[in-house]
């Protein structure tokens, strides 16, 4: 069966310094990948997706970016965080690109920027 | 575009009580039709789904049919315990190639 892992499962980070979230998905192939955002008491927000290595389309334009080196990974990063960052960030998979399929939900990281 | 409204929360209901949380949607074409829990301080679940009108999805107790009609997808649940205290969002899968998602209704269940 298919699952997905995410991590670090919660950071706290200082203003300006770097992020990295990993996300990996295990037992499919070629899977569309998706980075979301949640702020608190709002709803999602979805900031990248991606259906292929190194193919990423980003939705909101930030200073986050988001990278897919092979084909069941996916990175969110940033090089200098703001405040306004935190969050629960959510990666997902799902098995086509049509939307019409079921979106799989990681377990989540939750990123305190202070 | 697509869209999904959903009913305001918070809800509050007392244990055994009926459910309904409302969902509504715009879409061009046949869209799949969702509904996501989210415990606190976890991701998302997939609740239930339908693909086509008149489709009735189910899980846990949880139901909703869609009704291309009226193009909505209501949440229902004949008799709720503390263990459904969540948020739950509706979404839409259509034309795009993500998921639409609603804005999340705060469910609390008091014993």
Known sequence: SQTIHQWPATLVQPVGSPLSLECTVEGTSNPNLYWYRQAAGRGLQLLFYSVGIGQISS???QNLS???PQDRQFI???KKLLLSDSGFYLCAWSGDETG???IYFGEGSWLTVV | GDSVTQMEGPVTLSEEAFLTINCTYTATGYPSLFWYVQ???EGLQLLLKATKADDKGSNKGFEATYRKETTSFHLEKGSVQVSDSAVYFC???GSARQLTFGSGTQLTVLP
């Open chain 2, 91 to 93: 979404a839409l899968g």
């Open chain 1, 66 to 68: 988001a990278s897919r």
């Open chain 1, 76 to 78: 969110l990063s940033s």
């Open chain 1, 59 to 61: 939705e909101v334009p």
């Open chain 2, 39 to 41: 415990y606190p301080g």
């Open chain 1, 100 to 102: 019409r399929n079921t």
